[in-house]
């Protein structure tokens, strides 16, 4: 157990849908990180937040979009969702820059 | 740009064998560099990081990786395989410097034969 936790753990939607993917980073980390893993982009980076602020961004497309809360916990948000947009959605948290990420178990998101 | 190559998508080993698998990275200057291990239907644990410490990074489970500057690798070595090793491997890669986000390679499925 890493100690990330994120829900749920299956979700499954039809294309046009909105769906909302929760992240509780582990106790005393700040920074949170979001990964898209499918069959064929592999595992990418999509965005990051520190402390609340938005960090840094990598392949994330603009029906996507994310936010950390006062209390750390982050929210991923997909709109729109079309049928390649299902992947496994892992969620990650480290303490500081360098340091090692903890992933949660992942949402695995099926659009029909 | 950070990127990392990990050759060979499965790699098959007996048991009680060597286990090799290959990450080259390619970055301006060293970076940080991590291996991560997922098993079925589970998310990526960290089997061993390097930092700009020791070239040679023992991690968990009995594995190790050597960085090595010259040749741009962070191959991951076991001296021997356990059944319980079968899983998907990846390499990452980080910058030192801003973002700390991973860039993963594609990924070695090992295979561990009785």
């Known amino acids: 157990d890493s100690g990330v936790t994120q829900t749920p753990k299956h979700l499954i939607t039809a294309t046009g849908q909105r769906v909302t993917l929760r992240c509780s980073p582990r106790s005393g980390d700040l920074s949170v990180y979001w990964y898209q893993q499918s069959l064929d982009q592999g595992l990418q980076f999509l965005i990051q937040y520190y402390n609340g602020e938005e960090r840094a961004k990598g392949n994330i497309l603009e029906r996507f979009s994310a936010q950390q809360f006062p209390d750390l916990h982050s929210e991923l948000n997909l709109s729109s969702l079309e049928l390649g947009d299902s992947a496994l959605y892992f969620c990650?948290?480290?303490?500081?820059?360098?340091?090692?990420?903890?992933f949660g178990p992942g949402t695995r998101l099926t659009v029909l | 740009a950070q990127s990392v190559t990990q050759l060979g998508s499965h790699v098959s080993v007996s048991e009680g064998a060597l286990v090799l698998l290959r990450c080259n990275y390619s970055s301006s200057v060293p970076p940080y560099l991590f291996w991560y291990v997922q098993y079925p239907n589970q998310g990526l644990q960290l089997l061993l990081k390097?930092?700009?410490?020791?070239?040679l990074v023992k991690g968990i489970n009995g594995f190790e990786a050597e960085f090595k500057k010259s040749e741009t690798s962070f191959h991951l070595t076991k001296p021997s395989a356990h059944m319980s090793d079968a899983a998907e491997y990846f390499c990452?890669?980080?910058?030192?410097?801003?973002?700390?986000?991973?860039?993963f390679g594609t990924g070695t499925r090992l295979t561990v034969i009785p």
């Open positions: 390097y930092t700009s410490a020791a070239t």
């Open positions: 990452a890669v980080t910058e030192k410097t801003g973002a700390n986000n991973l860039f």
């Open positions: 990650a948290s480290s303490v500081r820059r360098g340091s090692e990420q903890f």
